[in-house]
């Protein structure tokens, strides 16, 4: 048990399908992320929401679209995906604060294996 | 701005060896510096960080990095390697300025092979 947990684990999807990966933390933190992890790439921050408020968008194409109703629960809603798009996503959380928040590290979910065919 | 260059994708050493992976940093500011572990299938997981104080620092399992300003670098070591250290090691970075997750820079990743 993480703290974060993702679903699915594995996902593969075709062009035109629209999907949804969910992640959920259980560990009190206000700020939450979504990373892509491609191979042999240093991980990218996508998306970053803090209280619930997107903080920051790292010019993520708009056919991925992210959603946090509450401070526990994060989605990245997934529609027309390239093959270029496979990756494994992962999620993060941390207690956030804007400033010295260097004591709370994230915590990682186990990701979702995407491949677009 | 700020990156992290970790040197070697990959490293193998032999059960018992000395570990030792790479980190050098650029950073116009103090830095945070953190070393994450991600073994198969799983997510990220604090390993150790340095923020202020001793330039020594320990973590779990038996790791450690050193701090060192002079030479830009926070380089991770472990007297005797085990089998169940293999795993992609990942550096990062952040700016004390904001000490914010939001401005996590990650490297590359060093894959570390444990060789009976």
């Known amino acids: 048990e993480t703290g974060v947990t993702q679903t699915p684990r594995h996902l593969v999807m075709g062009m035109t399908n629209k999907k949804s990966l969910k992640c959920e933390q259980h560990?009190?933190?206000?700020?939450m992320y979504w990373y892509k992890q491609s191979a042999k790439k240093p991980l990218e921050l996508m998306f970053v929401y803090s209280l619930e408020e997107r903080v920051e968008n790292n010019s993520v194409p708009s056919r991925f679209s992210p959603e946090c109703p509450n401070s526990s629960h994060l989605f990245l809603h997934l529609h027309t995906l390239q093959p270029e798009d496979s990756a494994l996503y992962l999620c993060?959380?941390?207690?956030?604060?804007?400033?010295?928040?260097?004591?709370?590290?994230?915590?990682f979910g186990n990701g979702t294996r995407l491949t677009v065919t | 701005a700020q990156s992290v260059t970790q040197l070697g994708s990959h490293v193998s050493v032999s059960e018992g060896a000395l570990v030792l992976l790479r980190c050098n940093y650029s950073s116009s500011v103090p830095p945070y510096l953190f070393w994450y572990v991600q073994y198969p299938n799983q997510g990220l997981q604090l390993l150790l960080k340095?923020?202020?104080?001793?330039?020594l620092v320990k973590g779990i399992n038996g790791f450690e990095a050193e701090f060192k300003k002079s030479e830009t670098s926070f380089h991770l070591t472990k007297p005797s390697a085990h089998m169940s250290d293999a795993a992609e090691y990942f550096c990062a970075v952040t700016r004390i300025s904001s000490g914010s997750a939001r401005q996590l820079t990650f490297g590359s990743g060093t894959q570390l092979t444990v060789l009976p």
């Open positions: 560990l009190g933190h206000n700020a």
């Open positions: 340095y923020t202020t104080g001793a330039t």
């Open positions: 993060a959380s941390s207690r956030d604060s804007g400033q010295s928040s260097y004591n709370s590290p994230l915590h």
